[in-house]
């Protein structure tokens, strides 16, 4: 086939990450990559406790980020929709014809403390999680607002439009406002089970559901691409955009993770834990998260997941190479990943708690801190290694133990994000769940979420049917009945050193100032 050939009925999908833009071009009949791009943006910490970013430099990285992804195409390709994902949470305001009324508040965002407070008494604690699925911590949409209401009363008059980013930014390509149950749910306005804004809490809040985009379906057509966006982006005008859903909703999709038997566990910085379920099911204490999914009941899938999360997963390892271990090199992971193989399950009697920046599942609690539990003359660097590993997969199944509390039952572990490339990691986390674990194989899930409903929104195919299959894995790695039980002996121990010094951590960081 000549260089200039048209590669038909391929698929565009965007998602809106918290430091960078990633386009993802697909073969709409296969879902093999033809082409990805990405395009970086800052976040803006200019007052102590704020996380920004500009909104024009979304737009601008995605240009970028589409551009490459076109370019790095074998061939000129043909695309059929467009579909987005995008980080939770946020919050952008417009005015008078979608004028911005200032940067983007994102959901790291940490400004909003007292109005989460007073949000939760307005409310009551176990109604607002029984609406909504969920707290509302501080970086929520609700929270924000609020915020912004008491501190900028003069901006809030002005407000017209109150967007996530994946909203503002398909309504840079369309025209267009709207958002999906997905990332309306991750507001904090919304009511889980009927999908859509809750009059109560709006009321309450006092937002007026006009300032608010109508919720439809994460694959309905919102519209085509402008004119002006398709010079932008070096596209043909008029493709038909989506309306997209959340990044960990467009994940789970990406990654063929559809129903409650399919566990999946992202070990990146943090750990993520995702459970489909076919109904709304809420933890009143507040541990973990219920939001709506990218699936609904016509596109015959879970419609909504819980979710919960430790905050040091990845990032606990990576303290330990630079701060404690001094390591430098290329090699350096490899390296203190055969040192962890080569001591036996349990770190020879060592644990570690991994909560070195506070905890979310299941403590909630940003006092906790991290600790060596059982260090003897006998340990070195690879018993340390091998218990920072063991320590964060015993935190990720504490917090998906908050899941099982609820009725969870799943028959497997898919696992996604840097973790997953280690296979001793691989192995801890089957010994420790006690299930079997397989790593995936999808690149850029959550773009390829967002692809996959631009083709289902399309009607190319159908969503589920194409998800399952387009989604691939590693070999399975199935857990050890001597290793699991050695675990199961060693979890009452972690979860009890938590709790015996719980008020230790808090003096202590007290006391650090």
């Not at 990332?183 to 007026?208: P, Y």
Request: negative net charge.
């Amino acid at each position: 086939m000549r260089r200039d050939a048209v590669v038909k009925r391929a698929l565009l999908g965007i998602d809106l990450g918290t430091s960078s833009v990633k386009a993802l071009l697909v073969d709409a009949r296969t879902g093999r990559t033809l082409g990805s791009g990405a395009g970086e943006y800052p976040i803006l910490r200019e007052i102590p406790g704020h996380a920004e970013q500009e909104p024009a430099c979304w737009w601008r990285a995605t240009a970028a980020a589409v551009r490459q992804a076109i370019a790095a195409a074998s061939q000129p390709p043909e695309i059929a929709a467009i579909g987005l994902a995008g980080q939770m949470h946020g919050t952008v305001l417009l005015g008078r014809d979608s004028e911005l009324l200032g940067p983007a508040v994102i959901w790291p965002d940490q400004r909003s403390a007292a109005q989460v407070v007073e949000i939760t008494h307005m409310i009551g604690a176990e109604r607002l999680i029984a609406l909504t699925g969920s707290p509302v911590a501080s970086g929520f949409q609700a929270a924000t607002v609020r915020w912004m209401q008491h501190n900028h009363p003069d901006l809030w008059e002005r407000v017209t439009a109150i967007l996530a980013p994946k909203d503002y930014l398909r309504l840079r390509l369309t025209g267009e406002l709207a958002t999906d149950p997905s990332d309306g749910s991750g507001t904090l306005l919304l009511d889980a089970r009927q999908r859509d804004w809750s009059t109560e809490l709006l009321e309450i809040l006092d937002i007026d559901r006009s300032q608010l985009p109508p919720v439809r379906p994460s694959t309905a057509i919102a519209g085509g691409l402008m004119p002006a966006a398709a010079e932008a982006l070096g596209l043909h005008a008029g493709i038909p955009v989506v309306v997209g859903a959340a990044d960990t909703a467009c994940g789970a999709l990406g990654a063929g993770v559809l129903s409650a038997q399919d566990l999946l566990l992202t070990i990146s910085t943090g750990g993520q834990i995702v459970l489909p379920c076919a109904d709304v099911r809420v933890d009143l204490r507040g541990r973990m998260h219920t939001f709506c999914a990218a699936l609904d009941a016509e596109t015959g899938g879970a419609g909504w997941y819980q979710m919960a999360a430790i905050l040091s997963a990845g990032m606990a390892l990576r303290w330990l190479q630079d701060r404690v271990l001094a390591l430098d090199g290329d090699d350096a992971a490899s390296r203190m990943s055969a040192w962890a193989a080569d001591v036996p399950a349990g770190a020879r009697g060592l644990l570690f708690l991994p909560y070195l920046v506070g905890e979310r599942t299941p403590h909630m609690d940003p006092h906790a801190r991290g600790m060596f539990l059982g260090l003897t003359l006998g340990h070195g660097r690879p018993e340390l290694v091998r218990a920072v590993m063991e320590g964060v997969v015993l935190a990720c199944y504490d917090a998906e133990s908050v899941l099982q509390e609820l009725g969870a039952r799943p028959a497997r572990v898919i696992m996604a994000g840097g973790g997953s490339r280690s296979s001793v990691w691989r192995r801890i986390v089957a010994d420790v769940f006690g299930l079997p674990v397989q790593q995936l194989d999808v690149p850029e899930q959550s773009a390829m979420g967002a692809a996959l409903m631009a083709g289902a929104g399309a009607g190319l195919f159908d969503l589920v049917e194409t998800a399952r299959a387009w989604a691939s894995y590693g070999p399975e790695e199935t857990p050890d009945v001597e290793r699991h039980a050695l675990y199961r002996s060693l979890l009452p121990v972690f979860r009890a050193a938590y709790s015996k010094h719980q008020e230790d951590f808090a003096r202590l960081d007290e006391l650090a100032g």
